[in-house]
């Protein structure tokens, strides 16, 4: 009886209860990368079907009108590459890469930025947009700046 007992509470010590937890951390980060994975071959599937009806459809010479929007699923493509770079860097180090989230970021702030239709969005908005990329900047050359004096 008091070996169960020695055994029960062993299991439940703070490191074995640690490992637990890195153990599904692991695999959620796994399961978030296939499913990421998925999402960027439909978005790319989605794009080219996209390209191809703008392209091969009456009327013809609406490319031009359609750019924003083919640059907004270009912009989704790259993002969620991004967040996928994030969640493999995460599975070989076990850290979050701040300068990678913050990139990330600025890529989904400029994705707004270039699909904006400026006739219909409030000023007050643009600024809202301006101080996120720039905050977003300034954090990033923080980062970088503090990455290159440790590199030193």
Known sequence: MKKLMKRMLGAT????????IENIE???????????VIVILVTIGDLGIFIFKELFTVPYGRFNSTLYK??????????????????TAYLRRHVFQVELV?????????RKI????????????IIGLGIAILA???SYLIIRLSNSKDAS
């Open 26 to 36: 692991v695999l959620v980060s796994k399961v978030l990368s296939i499913f990421m």
């Open 114 to 125: 270039i699909i904006l239709d400026l006739e219909k969005v409030p000023g007050i908005d």
């Open 70 to 87: 083919i640059f907004g699923l270009f912009l989704n493509i790259l993002i969620a590459l991004e967040i996928l770079e994030n969640i």
């Open 102 to 110: 913050i990139v990330t970021s600025l890529i989904a702030v400029a």
């Open 136 to 138: 977003l900047s300034i």
């Open 13 to 20: 010590s703070d490191r074995n209860f640690m490992h637990v």
